[in-house]
Nanobody
């Protein structure tokens, strides 16, 4: 089992920045591949960014603005978000336990955090 705890969400104005953190505990051998997803009210959960042994991957909406990083010593993954817009408003979730395939498919992940809310006002 893996436990994931997100933090760092909040309310910012357009153009602002936030840094989300996801601390993993438990069977952290399952955290070599981790991702951030988000879900806005009435919308499907969508992949934002992914990190693993290879090159990180990003959704088109995140490219150039968001950066995912991982501190293996701390079992923590981060999502630095810059240039935020109201379209980024959502609950952000950390996910782990990815067996392969399409990184942006939430059904591929076994473990999820409880989420952290990001609200961007205009």
């Amino acid at each position: 089992q893996v436990q994931l705890v997100e933090s760092g969400g909040g309310s910012v104005q357009t153009g602002g920045s936030l840094r989300l953190s996801c601390a993993a505990s438990g069977a952290t051998y399952s955290t070599n591949y981790m991702a951030w997803f988000r879900q806005a009210p009435g919308k499907a959960r969508e992949g934002v960014a992914y990190t693993g042994p290879g090159t990180p991957a990003y959704a088109d909406s995140a490219k150039g603005r968001f950066t995912i990083s991982q501190d293996s010593a701390k079992n923590t993954v981060y999502l630095q978000m810059n240039g935020l817009t109201p379209g980024d408003t959502a609950m952000y979730y950390c996910a782990a336990g990815f067996p392969g395939g399409r990184w942006y498919d939430p059904a591929r992940y076994q473990y999820w955090g409880q989420g952290t809310q990001v609200t961007v006002s205009s």
